[in-house]
């Protein structure tokens, strides 16, 4: 639904603005962050009415056009923040006061909060006409606050004790089908439909679903037919949507992961894989059911394919997906409230050109590249506010541009390993080789031959990274007395040489921990402080000279533990015994792993281990891990 996904994003964009805005003696400093508060206030009121003003619509062209005109609203109140908000940051200084740089600034800056004022003045006028709309025709709020999460899984429950089930394969039963689906007051839950009235009984029921989950719902028509879709890439692609909102207090992939499972629980998507923890690590969905996504979107006008490009409505989609470069315009005046674009171009052996003018995308906030591409274009970097770059799944004949590593808006850079970039001779002399991303939170598949170690200290606002070829200056500068990022949740390194010592015990927020040895060098674990709160920790490709289990049943707060490809110098055993070893591990796993024997297991340690994942031939597994073992 766009208008739920347009109201969700600007609360959180609101919210984020509000938390990073800091006020100074200034009255438009003042006003500014009323202004906010104020957008953030009334886009959580009128998403409050939705469900109910959904409800109405039907036979009302005036509740029907409120829900458009509050859409509306909504993306007006984006395109302001979008606009002006980064000008008003260009104008203030990084001093702890954040103070207006200089006096030449001043007038800017002046000129800058009191336009964005205006224009949020003529927004209260559109929203008071709203509201009065709202109000004659009784348009009701929701009581629970808009929990949609509860309230799914309290429907959930519902449709798993429905004891009835119906065929339909009739016209003369059609129209009785929809009114059961149509009534609020039925209490099946559950219906299944055999023949092709499935089609239209698939719109019916996507009308049942939670205003807040729709958007999650549609997006998967944004991907191809068929395709294994990355959870992680998904919620990545959800944060830079503003669809999940990234605080300090909850992780964003904590909160993907619970609207995965919804959808999975009402069989919208099938689940392909899923992680150690239990979370859907990869998923999914029917090709019926993408084409309902796509001609919901389409309805909705939530995102666009190159099959409706020619469409009225065109030159205001936020979204676009396409599979072939060449069949579309990468024209700013053609797109110009752009500001998602995916490109799955895999056209068997052939190359596809990204042209230059995609950086004219000057709306461009998300763009994702899978499939085969000729070279990409050295224009990228005049996307100022791309916040995510995805290229991990796409390969490239020429090397990527330098200058991709100076696009300092970028919040999300998602590489893929083995990516090759323009060598330092054929860099522009203006630009200079150094990595600048002052605002970069997740940095995955970066090479450390480009980020050099020194440019580490310069990520302050790291939440994930995700390094490979790292060498003796990385450890260094990781291990220092002050973190890199205090903010820093996930860490994988890969290494390719032998190191003296790794001190992550500084790190309080980082709780998922990959380490990954390509080369066979003796490790020892007594050479890692690792951090205090600890919870998801993968070894792998190691060769140990001794138990490791001696440092790591050690860990406080270790749920997960998983070692897979590592090497010993001789067959040994594994020690997961005596009291206060593991005391908070729920999840083993142990794969490719040839030299282990054993595996010493009593009742008191693990006293809360409930999954033992093992594909590993040899091993002699104690009866209580056999109870509860399952492969990968």
Excluded at 147 to 158: H, I, Y
Excluded at 415 to 427: A, P, R, W
Excluded at 482 to 492: A, G, R, T, V
Aim: net charge neutral.
């Amino acid at each position: 639904m766009a208008e739920s996904a347009a109201l969700t994003a600007v609360i959180n964009q609101a919210v984020e603005i509000s938390a990073n805005l800091i006020v100074g003696t200034s009255s438009q400093l003042y006003r500014l962050k009323e202004d906010i508060e104020w957008i953030e206030r009334q886009m959580r009121h009128f998403k409050s009415c939705l469900k109910d003003a959904e409800s109405k619509q039907v036979g009302s062209h005036e509740v029907a056009n409120l829900i458009i005109d509050m859409k509306d609203l909504a993306l007006d109140i984006e395109d302001i923040l979008d606009t002006y908000l980064p000008e008003i940051e260009s104008h203030k200084g990084k001093g702890p006061f954040r103070f207006v740089k200089h006096a030449a600034c001043i007038l800017c800056y002046g000129s800058t909060t009191n336009t964005f004022s205006q224009k949020i003045e003529k927004i209260k006028s559109r929203a008071q006409e709203i509201e009065a709309t709202r109000e004659r025709r009784r348009i009701n709020l929701d009581t629970d606050g808009g929990n949609a999460d509860s309230e799914v899984w309290n429907r959930r429950k519902e449709f798993l004790i429905a004891t009835e089930s119906m065929v339909v394969g009739r016209e003369d039963k059609f129209q009785e089908l929809k009114e059961k689906l149509r009534s609020s007051n039925s209490e099946c839950k559950m219906i299944c439909v055999v023949g092709e009235a499935g089609v239209e009984i698939l719109s019916l029921s996507y009308k049942d679903l939670p205003p807040d989950l729709r958007p999650f719902f549609l997006y998967f028509g944004l991907f191809p037919e068929d395709q294994k879709i990355s959870s992680p890439e998904l919620v990545m692609a959800w944060v830079s949507e503003k669809l999940i909102q990234v605080d300090g207090n909850r992780n964003p992939y904590d909160i993907g992961a619970v609207k995965l499972e919804m959808l999975s629980d009402r069989n919208l998507i099938q689940v392909s894989e899923r992680d150690f923890d239990g979370r859907v690590q990869s998923c999914f969905i029917h090709d019926l059911l993408r084409g309902l996504c796509i001609k919901m979107a389409n309805e909705n006008n939530f995102f666009g394919t190159r099959h409706n490009i020619q469409s009225n409505s065109f030159s205001m989609l936020r979204r676009l997906t396409i599979d072939d470069t060449s069949q579309f315009s990468f024209s700013n005046s053609a797109t110009p409230k752009l500001r998602t674009l995916f490109c799955f171009c895999n056209s068997g052996e052939g190359w596809s050109l990204i042209p230059n003018e995609i950086g004219d995308l000057s709306g461009l906030t998300f763009l994702k590249l899978s499939g085969r591409f000729r070279r990409m274009p050295s224009s990228i970097r005049n996307l100022k506010k791309l916040v995510t770059l995805d290229i991990q799944k796409a390969c490239f004949i020429c090397d990527l541009p330098r200058t991709i590593f100076r696009m300092k808006h970028l919040k999300h850079l998602l590489l893929g390993n083995g990516k090759m970039f323009e060598s330092d001779k054929c860099t522009n002399l203006n630009v200079r080789n150094e990595v600048y991303l002052p605002n970069i939170e997740t940095l995955y598949g970066m090479c450390g031959t480009i980020l050099k170690a020194s440019s580490l200290q310069k990520l302050s606002n790291l939440r994930e990274l995700s390094l490979y070829d790292i060498n003796n200056k990385h450890i260094n500068v990781i291990s220092g007395k002050i973190p890199i990022s205090k903010k820093l949740q996930e860490l994988e390194l890969w290494f390719t040489q032998k190191f003296k010592r790794l001190n992550l015990s500084h790190y309080d927020h980082l709780v998922e921990l990959i380490l990954r040895a390509e080369s066979n060098f003796p490790f020892k674990l007594d050479t890692i402080e690792f951090p205090p709160n600890l919870i998801y920790l993968v070894l792998m490709g190691m060769k140990f000279t001794e138990d490791p289990m001696k440092i790591l049943k050690e860990l406080p707060r270790l749920e997960i533990l998983v070692l897979e490809y590592c090497e010993y110098d001789v067959s040994f055993t594994l020690d997961f015994s005596g009291a206060n070893s593991f005391s908070e591990l729920q999840v083993l796993a142990i794969s490719g792993c040839d030299e282990i024997v054993d595996l010493i297991v009593d009742q008191i340690g693990m006293p809360k281990l409930y999954k033992f994942v093992c594909n590993q031939k040899g091993i002699n597994v104690p009866e209580r891990l056999r109870k509860m073992m399952v492969e990968p």
